[in-house]
């Protein structure tokens, strides 16, 4: 039965080269990021935002733990 599934693995990594497992994962990256930055047309407008910062400039230094509880 091992040798079963061997040859049966063997044919899978045969149709599958490792370029049309880049191109294809690339090209889900690529779906996956514009539908996660697609926004509604009225959509209002965020704040802008850095990566690994997100807005901690706009928080007050002083008081933070007040600025996180206002809604």
Partial sequence: MLAT???FETA???LLHFKTLV???V??????HYLKTQRPK??????WRLPFVGN???LDLEQP???IQQD
């Fill in 5 to 7: 599934e061997d040859t």
């Fill in 12 to 14: 899978i990594w045969a």
């Fill in 23 to 25: 191109l294809a994962a």
């Fill in 27 to 32: 090209t889900f990256m690529l779906l996956a």
């Fill in 42 to 47: 009225n959509y209002p407008p965020g704040p």
């Fill in 56 to 58: 901690l400039f706009q």
């Fill in 65 to 67: 733990h007040v600025v």
